[in-house]
C-alpha cells in the first residue's frame, strides 16, 4: 500500500496544486483545466456504471441543496451517492453514501489504485498546469459509488461551474441556487459572467430548474440552456414553500401538493433550499424504479425525508446559556437570512469571519446594526479561503458598531463574546466554511454520518 494513513493520502492529493501556491493565477477560465480529471475517469473507467447524476451550482445554499436532495432521493428508496464542499472536519465528509462518509479505509484504498494514473498524468503537466484536488476526490467518489451500488448521485459544485471537475459528469439534471456577486476574481465581476460560469454545468437535452434569480442571470441560464437543446424552467415566486413558523429542531412550512412540512432545519433561506431539492428529486426519480408520483406513498417518502434532513453548521444552536448559534455566512443575503431566522436574547454579539472576496462591509454593516458587539476573526485552516487584514477589517466594521474587537482565533473570539453576552445574551457565529468546522470542533461534532 503507498499510503499509510489518511494524512499521507490528502498531502498526495493537493501535491500537484501545491506546487502554484505562491504563483498568481487568473480567471478560471484561464487558470482551471477538467481535461486531467476526464483523462484520470478514462483510464479508470469511472463512468462505466449507469447512474443517474445531478449536478448542483449557485452562490449560496449549494450545500444545503444538495444534502435535502439526496435526503429526499434515500428516502424514495435510492442509495444515494454525495459530494459536497468545502468539509467541516475531515475530508472524507465530502464524499457519502447515503448520509455515511467514505471510511478512511476505502479512500486510502481507492487512491492507492488511482495513483499510476494520476502519476501518468501528472508527468504530463508544465507550467501553471495541475492536477485539480477536487477531480481526484471525484474519480474516488466515482470508483467508491460503483463498490457500493450508487444508482442516484448529487454533486455539488465548488466552485463557479463551467471550469469545475464536477462539471465532467453526465448529468442530466441541474439545479441552480441564488447566483450572487462572488469570487469576482476567478468569476468576474458581473452577475451575467458568474452566471456563464455556473450555467456551464448544462448538458445537452438535460433538465434545468433554478430558484427566483436576478433578470440578469436567468437571461443567461436560459441562453445556455437553448444552446444545448436543454429544458429549463425557473420556479416561480408563488411556487416557493412558504414559512409556517419554528420547531424545536426546525421549522414548517407549505409547498404544493405536500401541504404543511417540517423541515428539520434552521434558517428561513432552508426553504427555497428545500423546494428546489423536492423539484430536483421529483425530476430525477422519474427516471429511476421506484414508487410512482401520483402515490400517496410518493408524498409521505418527500415528507419523511425533509424531517430527517442532517446537516451541521448551518443554522445550528450549540448550546444554550448563552445562545450560541453557527452559520456559514459570508454573504449579505445570507446575513439578512440569519437575522430574520435566529431567536434574539440580548445583547447579541456577533463573531465575523468574512472572507476577503466576498461584500465583507456589507456584512459588517448588517450584523453592526443589530449587534451590541463584533468580534472579528479568522483562520489559516484553508488557503484558498483569505480573511481582510485585522487593521483593514477592524477599521471596516468600526464603521457601523462602536465595539469592535479581534481575536486571531475563533477560540479566543469565542471567549471574548461570552464576556460581552453573558450568561443571558445570544452568539452568532457568522464565519467562513473553515472556521464553521473549527466550531464543530470546539463543541466536540463528529460529523461521520449525517
Known amino acids: 500500500m503507498r499510503f499509510s494513513d489518511e494524512g499521507e493520502a490528502i498531502t498526495y492529493i493537493f501535491r500537484s496544486i501545491a506546487r502554484l501556491h505562491n504563483i498568481e493565477r487568473g480567471p478560471d477560465e484561464e487558470s482551471r483545466d477538467t481535461t486531467p480529471t476526464k483523462q484520470l475517469i478514462q483510464l479508470a473507467d469511472l463512468l462505466g456504471q449507469p447512474r443517474e447524476y445531478a449536478v448542483v451550482t449557485g452562490s449560496k445554499g449549494k450545500g444545503s441543496t444538495t444534502v435535502i436532495m439526496a435526503k429526499l432521493l434515500q428516502h424514495l428508496g435510492h442509495t444515494v451517492g454525495m459530494i459536497t464542499s468545502p468539509h467541516l472536519v475531515s475530508w472524507r465528509e465530502r464524499i457519502r453514501v447515503n448520509g455515511e462518509?467514505?471510511?478512511?479505509?476505502?479512500?486510502?484504498?481507492?487512491?492507492?489504485?488511482?495513483?499510476?494514473?494520476?502519476?501518468?498524468?501528472?508527468?504530463?503537466?508544465?507550467?501553471?498546469?495541475?492536477?485539480s484536488p477536487q477531480g481526484i476526490f471525484l474519480a474516488i467518489a466515482l470508483r467508491w459509488f460503483d463498490e457500493q451500488g450508487v444508482d442516484a448521485a448529487v454533486l455539488e459544485v465548488g466552485r463557479g461551474g463551467r471550469y469545475d471537475d464536477i462539471s465532467v459528469v453526465p448529468n442530466r439534471l441541474s439545479l441552480f441556487t441564488p447566483i450572487l456577486l462572488e469570487h469576482v476574481k476567478q468569476l468576474g465581476r458581473t452577475i451575467e459572467r458568474i452566471a456563464w460560469h455556473k450555467a456551464g454545468v448544462i448538458k445537452p437535452l438535460s433538465y434545468a430548474f433554478s430558484v427566483p434569480q436576478a433578470f440578469e442571470a436567468l437571461q443567461v441560464i436560459q441562453a445556455e440552456a437553448d444552446g444545448v437543446n436543454a429544458e429549463f424552467a425557473w420556479i416561480a415566486p408563488q411556487d416557493m414553500g412558504e414559512y409556517v413558523g419554528d420547531t424545536a429542531n426546525g421549522m414548517r412550512f407549505t409547498l404544493g401538493r405536500y401541504g404543511?412540512?417540517?423541515?428539520?432545519?434552521?434558517?428561513?433561506?432552508?426553504?427555497?433550499?428545500?423546494?428546489?431539492?423536492?423539484?430536483?428529486?421529483?425530476?430525477?426519480?422519474?427516471?429511476?424504479?421506484?414508487?410512482?408520483?401520483?402515490?400517496?406513498?410518493?408524498?409521505?417518502?418527500?415528507?419523511?425525508?425533509?424531517?430527517?434532513?442532517?446537516?451541521?453548521?448551518?443554522?445550528?444552536?450549540?448550546?444554550?446559556?448563552?445562545?450560541?448559534?453557527?452559520?456559514?455566512?459570508?454573504?449579505?443575503l445570507a446575513a439578512r437570512s440569519v437575522l430574520?431566522?435566529?431567536?434574539?436574547?440580548?445583547?447579541?454579539v456577533t463573531i465575523l469571519g468574512t472572507p476577503i472576496d466576498r461584500d465583507y462591509e456589507g456584512v459588517y454593516r448588517l450584523f453592526g446594526e443589530k449587534s451590541a458587539a463584533l468580534v472579528i476573526t479568522e483562520t489559516d485552516i484553508n488557503y484558498n479561503v483569505r480573511f481582510p487584514?485585522?487593521?483593514?477589517?477592524?477599521?471596516?466594521?468600526?464603521?457601523?458598531?462602536?465595539?469592535?474587537?479581534?481575536?486571531?482565533?475563533?477560540?479566543?473570539?469565542?471567549?471574548?463574546?461570552?464576556?460581552?453576552?453573558?450568561l443571558d445574551?445570544?452568539?452568532m457565529l457568522a464565519v467562513a466554511q473553515p472556521l464553521v468546522g473549527e466550531a464543530m470542533q470546539l463543541w466536540g461534532y463528529t460529523l461521520e454520518s449525517i
Do not use: C
Open 101 to 131: 462518509s467514505i471510511p478512511s479505509a476505502d479512500l486510502i484504498r481507492i487512491l492507492d489504485d488511482l495513483a499510476p494514473y494520476i502519476d501518468q498524468i501528472e508527468a504530463t503537466l508544465t507550467g501553471k498546469q495541475y492536477f
Open 260 to 332: 404543511e412540512l417540517m423541515l428539520s432545519l434552521k434558517g428561513q433561506y432552508q426553504i427555497a433550499n428545500a423546494t428546489l431539492a423536492v423539484q430536483g428529486a421529483g425530476n430525477m426519480h422519474a427516471r429511476l424504479p421506484g414508487i410512482s408520483h401520483a402515490s400517496p406513498e410518493y408524498v409521505e417518502a418527500i415528507r419523511a425525508g425533509l424531517a430527517d434532513v442532517k446537516w451541521y453548521g448551518r443554522m445550528q444552536k450549540l448550546q444554550d446559556k448563552p445562545a450560541i448559534w453557527v452559520d456559514g455566512t459570508t454573504t449579505v
Open 389 to 422: 487584514d485585522k487593521e483593514t477589517a477592524l477599521a471596516a466594521a468600526r464603521k457601523h458598531n462602536a465595539d469592535v474587537s479581534y481575536a486571531p482565533t475563533l477560540a479566543g473570539a469565542v471567549e471574548i463574546a461570552r464576556q460581552k453576552a453573558g
Open 425 to 427: 445574551g445570544t452568539i
Open 340 to 348: 430574520e431566522s435566529i431567536p434574539i436574547n440580548p445583547p447579541l
